[in-house]
């Protein structure tokens, strides 16, 4: 062992020392886990994150469906190690295709993954495998884990010189992350254990975890193909997936051994009970956050139309637009705010955002709205960029454009498309109303010639219409409809 090596070690050596205390009994276990909050602690950790959460995502408008979902919980939680808490199962009204749980009891799903989940038993599955990480206190595990690496280089660079140079704290801080993530498989599996355990002790299939996992995993082969057309960084949902759950030997055998657990010779699989729920519910955007139509884009309840470059790729994102060319080399954000005191847009430039050293400054009258456009230098992902700044007020709402160019020698190479698009705000016409509504999921009986290369021609789906389609009906790469059976459509 070297210096450095052993100097980690010691450090290592004092954090837990001084924290041996620190344990509790793992309920689901048994085992003595190193934990560094109280059970009270933890569900006070939930609770307060919650209300962000509920603020960053919003809970989907809709109490049938936000009923069933909590029924569904509610019967797996009192099969699992921690009855005793109270749980909050929320659906989230988000595109993402995710699940998570917060400590104490909070688990959420959004309404991008809950429409291409096939079956009421593959529901219970992401709830039984986020009620896991909840029962077996995976997030505490990991904060303590997380605090005690800090706990230790904290101690070990107070008694040990060596450790307060940038070398040893970034190598220690690698470790550190190493260790907290190197466990996140084992986790997941645990997870997926339990799952099926509370699946199979409900009256469920337990079978149904294999089959939702295999639906995030071919979520996360079309996301990749995506990011590669895109020439962006894959978004994949949190859990991992080294293989497809098909080949996963391990997946399969915790699973297995859940069926041992089994209530009944035939465990429930409702999948038309799942489908009826479905039908109706938003696909893609919500009418709350705005409606992309090709390079257009549609608010309702703002009132509002605009239009992107041709071509360009737009992130509808809960409180802003970002806009991308498809090589990738520009970057133009929209987002909106109330425009607070009686000043003009260029004094909002100043005032509220705080702006300096404005050059190449012009009014603007876009359709008969104030505006004002600048230049001013700031950082943005492309490094510190002069980057473009209007300011259109509409109604009693501050519209704020942002356009910044990847290539610092021609700074001001995009300045048309983003100007084109300012100019392009106004107010909906009754013509662009029904452009406003929502996609939503229909479903309807297959039958011998039904085939998902027909259906997307007509699909109201405008990207990958034919892939979106066999992802929402468990028929993803290549799949066909069996005749007779119901499948969702988007209209």
Not at 361 to 390: C, D, H, K, M, Q
């Amino acid at each position: 062992m070297n210096l450095l090596s052993q100097t980690l070690f010691s450090a290592c050596i004092i954090g837990f020392a001084v924290l041996t205390g620190s344990c509790a009994e793992n309920p689901v276990s048994g085992r003595q886990d190193f934990v560094l909050m109280s059970e009270q602690e933890e569900i006070e950790m939930g609770r307060t994150a919650h209300p962000t959460i509920l603020k960053q995502y919003r809970r989907l408008d809709d109490p049938a469906l936000q009923a069933y979902v909590q029924d569904i919980g509610q019967r797996l939680a009192q099969k699992s190690h921690r009855s005793h808490l109270t749980y909050h199962f929320t659906i989230l009204d988000s595109t993402e295709v995710n699940a998570f749980a917060l400590p104490g009891g909070y688990i959420y799903i959004t309404r991008g993954l809950l429409v291409y989940l096939d079956s009421e038993a593959e529901l219970a599955a992401v709830l039984g495998h986020e009620l896991g990480h909840v029962t077996a206190r995976h997030s505490v595990r990991q904060v303590s884990a997380s605090k005690a690496t800090g706990i230790g280089l904290t101690l070990g660079a107070l008694l040990i010189p060596e450790l307060r140079n940038s070398g040893a704290q970034d190598l220690f801080n690698v470790l550190g992350n190493a260790w907290i993530s190197g466990y996140g498989r084992e986790h997941e599996l645990e997870s997926d254990r339990l799952g099926a355990e509370y699946l199979a002790s409900s009256g469920y299939d337990p079978q149904a975890m294999v089959k939702v996992i295999g639906v995030l995993k071919n979520q996360e082969i079309f996301e990749t193909q995506l990011a590669r057309e895109e020439g962006r960084e894959a978004r994949a949902y949190h859990g991992v997936f080294a293989s497809h759950p098909d080949n996963d030997t391990r997946l399969q055998e915790v699973v297995a051994r859940a069926g041992a657990l089994k209530t009944s010779a035939t465990p429930l699989v409702n999948r038309d009970a799942l489908l009826k729920k479905l039908e109706g519910l938003s696909f893609g955007d919500s009418e709350h956050d705005g409606i992309r139509r090709g390079n257009h884009f549609y608010h309702k309840d703002l009132g509002f139309a605009l239009s992107f470059p041709t071509g360009w790729r737009v992130e509808n994102l809960a409180d802003r637009l970002i806009a991308r060319p498809p090589a990738n080399d520009a970057l133009l954000m929209m987002s909106t705010t109330d425009q607070g005191e009686r000043i003009s847009p260029s004094e909002f430039m100043s005032k509220r955002l705080k702006l300096g050293q404005l050059s190449q400054g012009e009014p603007l009258n876009i359709n008969g709205l104030e505006g004002y456009t600048a230049v001013a230098p700031v950082n943005t992902p492309f490094g510190r960029r002069p980057t473009r700044f209007s300011v259109v007020y509409f109604k009693n709402q501050a519209f704020i454009f942002m356009g910044s160019a990847k290539d610092e020698n021609a700074p001001h190479r995009f300045d048309s498309s983003f100007l084109e698009t300012v100019r392009s705000l106004h107010a909906l016409t009754d013509a662009e109303l029904p452009l406003t509504k929502a996609l939503r999921i229909k479903i309807i009986k297959a039958s011998a010639n039904t085939r998902y290369a027909d259906l997307a021609r007509t699909s109201s789906i405008q990207h990958h219409a034919l892939e979106q389609l066999r992802l929402l009906n468990s028929d993803y790469p290549n799949g066909e409809p069996t005749a007779g059976k119901q499948i969702k459509i988007v209209e």
